[in-house]
């Protein structure tokens, strides 16, 4: 993203999750993006849009959303195809100008990140992805990328993480009776559900399913269920599932499942010692999701914001 005016020397700056992104873009995906947007478009390029004194160009938009574009291009074609490129486009768009507003932020609060943490988190990631120097220049290469490039988009990932720290997460707290509470209302769902371990086949839905591929898995989960149930010792049939049983196919939002029951335990719950820090994380993470829904509102009500070209 550019300023409208003029580009600090030291490069200043998703949404706190398209930060992650332009971290971690790299590391994902393939380039061959070209091709989609050549179908598509006379705008070489241009600004999408104006956020308070910075720019954001089409440019910039594309290359964010270039790992999503190919794996669309995977899944999709004609039609169908641009319009799920169109969607993409106003998502990548929306999530950067939340980023602007957020580094924007972090500039009046004259919030820092060294070249230290910087090269700290590259260093990081070159590990998590088993990357020698190399290998990792090379894929900044094909991602028509410079190192010092890269390194500006982690240096923005990190400072929008401290703003958030700095003006979501650190304002937040966790009361005795909130602890309590919770508690409380786990001991009441787990003497409901008892204690089970199951294990489960997953048949994944692909991002965009379509009605098409939710008959493509189901048929695939129902002829792996009638192996299963042909199997050694999965012949008995029960009206309900008992330890050893398989269940029939099963829908929830992220795909098909086939669950088999290892074991049941009757209801119990740790002692409230045991596990108050894990319900105080739950209880921060929530609440740190709604306040920074919140707070970000507050930032998009005070800003200028213009779009320009929605793609």
Known sequence: MKRAMSLPKNGQERHWLMACLGVCAILVGSAGVSRIWAQNTQVVDGIAAIVNDDIITITEVREAMGPETEHLSQQYNGLALEQQVKASYKRTLNGLVDAQLQLTRARHLNLRVSEEDVNQQIETLKKQNQLADEQFLQLLKTRGLTLETYKKQVYEGLLVTKVVNAEV???????????????????????????????????????????????????????????????????????????????????TRIGLHIIRLEARQAAGMRPFEEVQEEIKSDILRDKTERKYQEWLESLRQQAYIKILYEG
């Open 169 to 251: 997460r650190s304002r937040l707290t966790v009361l005795d009776t909130e602890l309590q509470e919770a508690y409380r209302a786990k001991q009441q769902q787990y003497q409901v559900a008892g204690g089970q371990t199951v294990s489960h086949i997953l048949f994944l839905f692909p991002p965009y399913s379509t009605e098409q591929d939710e008959q493509r898995l189901r048929a695939k989960a129902e002829a792996v269920l009638q192996q299963l149930r042909n199997g050694p010792g999965f012949e008995e049939a029960a009206a309900t599932l008992k330890p050893g049983e398989i269940s029939d196919v099963v829908r």
